[in-house]
């Protein structure tokens, strides 16, 4: 895998380490110990969950998306969630197609030596573990799973859009018309509101989501939030990283490096 | 007051005397028509035709399916999205997967699984509004 991330040291550090002396403890064998590091990457696949077993609360999905990495023009994640998600962009009326991900381009205005710089980052639901869309469903189809995914559940959703309104980062979208091209693994349809899963069907099967995937720089990362092992939780705790509208106490789960 | 007594009072007999005055009628009806027949029987309304691409063994006996696959499905489904619970026994797309009809690949479309036995008891059938009824679709969505 060639993760365009700099090289972890601690990482390196444990690799030797197990080659040296670890084998007491159990990990006879080098190759399964190798793959055990893979585990480690920037990118590691969740274990798929049991069948018959819940989400478990200890976890909290979450992303870390590096803006500085995120190529201007580049749309690949936006392609693979709607491809993953069967969000087609041929309704009706294109101002009504859904948005699940969308580009942000902001240019610093303010005078200095950074005026005119463009930073693109990619927007979607926040995951929030406060999200105010749970809070104002009318119904309580908006709801957070156990491991912290923000979901909207069809068979209650009644099409209010008060949680579109609720939330600030214009993160869910309507269906307007009729659909019949749905992934059967992610069902929607007219009159609910939806937005992004987090790919929790791809999480459950122990994949990635799309977006994360598909990213040619390696822009985003993907993993537990209360794992401090993890390579999310510890380069959220080695680096400057930002919630995006920290003031509103949300305490979103995508959070995002070099804004 | 006295109009509203007297209102009241001469309800029931004007009901008397608006169902007595039918009361020929009825049995009339009842001399002429033959044997009465009712549904259920198969011989007022054809039952459904019904073609499986897979048959074989369903996750239960096909009594207990035909009374109780709504409240199976109702319940995975909560399971499934409030618990994240997968891989249970019950699921929508498990359903599809088996019945969906051979030439069609749909549930949905005449004389296709769940969309002729709903029509022949007349009860609407709401989950295909949103989830896809053909076995083994690909979703296009957005060409990358």
């Excluded at chain 1, 087609?88 to 580009?103: F, H, M, T, V």
């Excluded at chain 1, 987090?198 to 209360?226: W, Y």
């Excluded at chain 2, 009339?28 to 549904?39: C, G, R």
Aim: hydrophobic residues 35%; charged residues 20%; proline residues 8%.
């Amino acid at each position: 895998m060639t993760s365009p991330q700099t090289p972890d040291n601690a990482r390196r550090k444990f690799i030797a380490a197990a080659g040296a002396g670890v084998a007491g403890l159990g990990f006879t064998a080098i190759a399964p110990g190798l793959h055990l590091m893979a585990v480690g990457e920037a990118n590691a696949a969740p274990t798929p969950r049991k069948a018959g077993e819940p989400a478990n609360p200890a976890v909290r999905w979450g992303l870390l998306i590096d803006a500085n990495k995120c190529a201007p023009g580049c749309t690949k994640c936006i392609d693979a969630c709607h491809t993953e998600n069967g969000v087609s962009a041929n309704l009706p009326d294109p101002r009504q197609n859904s948005q699940w991900i969308r580009k942000i381009e902001l240019v610093d205005r303010r005078p200095g030596k950074t005026r005119g710089h463009v930073t693109q980052l990619p927007m979607m639901c926040q995951h929030c573990a406060e999200p105010p869309c749970v809070d104002v469903c009318p119904t309580g189809a908006s709801m957070k799973r156990a491991d912290g995914i923000v979901l909207v559940d069809r068979h209650t959703c009644i099409g209010c859009r008060y949680c579109m309104m609720a939330c600030p980062y214009k993160a869910r979208s309507f269906v307007h018309a009729p659909l019949n091209d749905q992934n059967p693994e992610v069902p929607r349809g007219k009159g609910c509101v939806e937005s992004c899963t987090l790919c929790v069907h791809r999480i459950d099967k122990g994949q990635q989501p799309a977006c994360v995937e598909s990213c040619p720089e390696g822009a985003m990362t993907f993993g537990d939030l209360n794992d401090a092992d993890s390579a999310i939780a510890k380069r959220i705790a080695s680096v400057p990283t930002t919630q995006v509208r920290a003031d509103l106490r949300l305490n979103p789960g995508v959070r995002y490096e070099g804004l | 007051m006295n109009k509203r007594e007297a209102i009241f009072s001469a309800f029931p007999l004007c009901l008397c005397v608006s169902v007595v005055r039918f009361v020929p009628f009825a049995l009339a009806l009842l001399a002429v028509s033959p044997a009465p027949t009712f549904a259920g029987d198969g011989t007022r309304t054809d039952k459904p035709v019904i073609e499986i691409a897979k048959p074989g063994k369903c996750i239960a006996p096909a009594e207990e399916m035909r009374r109780n696959h709504m409240d199976m499905l109702k319940h995975q489904r909560d399971r499934t999205l409030r618990l994240g619970i997968r891989g249970e026994p019950v699921t929508l797309n498990g359903c599809i997967e088996c019945h969906a009809s051979q030439k069609t690949g749909s549930v949905l479309g005449e004389g296709n699984f769940c969309q002729s036995c709903h029509a022949y008891a007349a009860v609407k059938l709401d989950c295909f509004e949103c989830h896809q009824p053909k076995a083994g679709f690909k979703a296009t969505g957005v060409k990358p």
